[in-house]
């Protein structure tokens, strides 16, 4: 809406000097065009009677007019239907009409929960050809079924196509790397298979790639690692397989990486050190089968790790210099010695599940931190472990641990009853990475970043604990909400975005 407004600010300005406010139509083409499109897609057949001039006298909220030059007429600018824009609703068998092409000036579609019960497919010709298109957004629409037009590719100004949340199979077209201007890309929670296409590394403006929750196969390319101004990488709920490759250590600008649920094997690349700027890293439930790597101490932005159910092996590295991380998720690994004790000094953390592991010694964590965390301090399901007398009295139930025998404090060498002797009981860290670090007061960080769909539909999946992870950043989406660009429908779907 706020461009209609400017334009219409445009247009009265206009109008103070000689031309007539009757001056500035929209051209009949255009206007019957127009009309074709809404009649194909709003449950409403007097549509057009009831808004016979949309861009001016009889206004609908979904419609975006601007005033071109020579001569000065309307244009309609952008389509937008969703549940935000008031009635009519979509019509049963909306569908999408070939009369888009009467609207040569048109920049912005967006149909978000529309195609519901009639199957609509993407009809090559049409979607290759609406060649002055900057954003495309179809979202959240359970009968857009078929494939991802290959045509696509040839919308050269595109700088947004987002079809999350529809019933789309096949394969992503290569030809989509032909996008050159293209800063996000959202293809997420479809249907879509085979491998993700080599070509998507000339995607060199792409800032957002969400391919979550798909059924693709093979290795993560090596060709993403080019995209460097790449901020979201999401590419979780797929059968993504093979390692990592060491190229993607390359994206220096990447804020958040989730690689959760698929079949990804460690150990994870050295080179990943270079993600100097990643708050939010997510590989639960991956085979990963390999020690924590070192260098995660030092990728100082993080906020947010998780590396649930990833087969991890060997002790908690240091993590004493992370001041801004807030959740830490190393649940369900084979995890071995004593917990540091540096952890509970973190500043900013919130939440820690250590549960299923086997970690061995008296917890070190002060009472003040477990205080702090309550329920969101988890270290059940570690048969080694032991809580000094101290604590015994006053625990959540999920620190429920035997309590230790003998001397207290917080050596690493408290005998636990029934304590197994592991056969690599005994690290020393003290030389891997060691950092001194002074720990600023407490208090939260806000991710500058964040890009999270909130999904109101039952499919299992990564967002579940995204979302657990990413409870602080409620005053992020309401910015969000704020932003014309990235729309924000209700409550439901939550747009990628990123600071400008
Ligand atoms: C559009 O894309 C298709 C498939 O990629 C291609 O065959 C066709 O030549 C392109 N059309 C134009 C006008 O570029
Ligand atoms: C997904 O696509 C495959 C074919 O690629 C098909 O067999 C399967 O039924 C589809 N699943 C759903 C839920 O539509
Ligand atoms: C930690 O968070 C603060 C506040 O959000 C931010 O200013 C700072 O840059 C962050 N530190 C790192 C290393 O990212
Ligand atoms: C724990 O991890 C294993 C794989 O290491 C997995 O099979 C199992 O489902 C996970 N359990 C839970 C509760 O997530
Ligand atoms: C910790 O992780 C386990 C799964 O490994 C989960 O069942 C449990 O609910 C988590 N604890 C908290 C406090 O979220
Ligand atoms: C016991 O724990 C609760 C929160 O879990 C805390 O409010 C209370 O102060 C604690 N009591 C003592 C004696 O530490
Ligand atoms: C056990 O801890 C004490 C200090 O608490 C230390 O002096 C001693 O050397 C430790 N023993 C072993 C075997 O690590």
Redesign the pocket.
Known sequence: MASLLLSLVGFLVLSCGAIAESDFVLEETELLGLFDVMASLVDEPGWAQVHPEPCTNTPWPGIECQIGQDPPNFHVTAIHIGPDVASPPCHPSAMISDSLLKLPYLKSLSIFNCFVTSTVVLSPTLFGSLSSLEHLSLQSNPSLAGEVPPSLGNLSKLRVLTLSQN?L??NIPGELGGLVNLEQLDLSYN?L?GQIPQELERLASLAILDLSSN?LEGVVPFGLGQLHLLQKLDLCSNRLHGKIAPELGKLNRLVLLDLSHNSINGPLPETLSGLEQIQFLTFDSNPINSLIPLFLGSLTSLTSISFSSCGLTGPIPDLSSLNNLTALSLDNNSLRGTIPSNLGSLPNLDQLNLSHNKLTGELPLSQGFINRLGERLDVRGNDGLCTSHRLASNISTYLQTRTCLGKQGMSDNVTCPQQQQQPQQSYDLKGNNKRTSSFAPSQHPTPHFIGVHQVGETRQGCREKERWHLQSVVEVYKRMRSDPMQRVIGSQVLEASWEK
Request: net charge negative; glycine share 16%.
């Open positions: 019933n199979q096949g249907n298979s059924e």
